[in-house]
Structure formats: C-alpha cells, structure tokens
C-alpha cells in the first residue's frame, strides 16, 4: 500500500497523473470532496491522521488532525457547513471536527481533551467503525456502523453545538 494522493486530469490521455503526492505516513484509506468548497477534499490514512488539501495547491497539506488512536476508515463532510467534517476510525470513535476552530487558543486543560478543532466524539461503538452517513434533513444527526454490524443513531449534545447550529 502507498500513501500518495492521485488526480488524474481524464481530458488527457496520459497513464500518470496530473498530480501525485505523498500525503500520509502510511496508506490512504478514505477521502471525501468538500461539497461545499471545491478546492477542498480531507484524506484519512492508516497513520491515524485526518489530512485536509487545496486542490489548487497540492505541494503542502493545509491541516492535519491528530486524535484517533487506531486508522481511519471512513470520513464525510456535514451537509448543513463547510466546516464540519466526521471521521470514523479502528479506534471505535467517529470524531466531529469543526474547522473554523483550527488554531484557536486552549487552556492546558481543554489541551488534554484533543485539539482546538475536535469538537465531538462518540465513543459508543464496541468494534471498528466501518461507516457512518450524516442525516440529510436533520443537523447534527449521524448514523454510524461499526464490524460488529451493529447501528447507532446519535447526536453531540445540545450543550456541545451552538444554538444557532441547531434546526430552528
């Protein structure tokens, strides 16, 4: 397995890609296009981290998060903001981040708990979480499933998403 990011450029007829990065440590295992942002895709990789990319400049990673203790299976960007993104991983956990948070100070106390921009996680799965779809008519509503082929369907709670995050 390698841990490069590909694009093709299909307009042409050449066998390399257009661009060919390493982006991870380890093997690229998800990537998710930000739907509200087409210069924006996060890729997630065997190395644990959660890496986020402009399309128009490859050479240098915008951000990578650092929270999941095992690889990441799966990621997927909230319908409601493009800021939102969830990752699931072999660690158990889906992890909510929310990237306007990215380089806000912390107390060393909020330090311990992950970074800034790691704004949720569910831990309530007992095996690997294999995948998990964001609710497309209700915010912050997940469904999420995990090896032991069971489902759950969760929020964060009130307290943790702001009011005006919330449907009215």
């Known amino acids: 397995a390698d841990k490069r990011f590909m694009i093709w450029d299909t307009r042409n007829d050449r066998e390399k890609p257009a661009y060919n990065i390493i982006a991870h440590e380890k093997a690229v295992n998800a990537l998710a296009f930000n739907p509200h942002n087409e210069h924006v895709v996060a890729t997630g990789s065997v190395d644990m981290n959660v890496s986020l990319w402009d399309l128009r400049n490859l050479k240098y990673k915008l951000h990578m998060m650092e929270y999941h203790k095992d690889e990441i299976l799966c990621l997927k960007w909230a319908p409601f903001d493009e800021t939102i993104l969830a990752s699931s991983s072999g660690d158990r956990r889906v992890c909510i981040w929310d990237?306007?948070?990215?380089?806000?100070?912390?107390?060393?106390?909020?330090?311990?708990?992950?970074?800034?921009?790691?704004?949720?996680?569910?831990?309530?799965?007992?095996?690997?979480?294999?995948?998990?779809?964001?609710?497309?008519?209700?915010?912050?509503?997940?469904?999420?499933?995990?090896?032991?082929?069971?489902?759950?369907?969760?929020?964060?709670?009130?307290?943790?998403?702001?009011?005006?995050?919330?449907?009215?």
């Open 99 to 168: 990237l306007s948070r990215i380089g806000e100070d912390q107390t060393a106390e909020d330090a311990e708990e992950g970074p800034s921009e790691l704004l949720f996680v569910h831990g309530g799965h007992t095996d690997r979480v294999r995948d998990f779809s964001w609710n497309p008519h209700t915010q912050w509503v997940i469904a999420s499933v995990a090896d032991d082929n069971i489902m759950q369907i969760w929020q964060p709670s009130n307290s943790i998403v702001t009011t005006e995050d919330l449907d009215p």
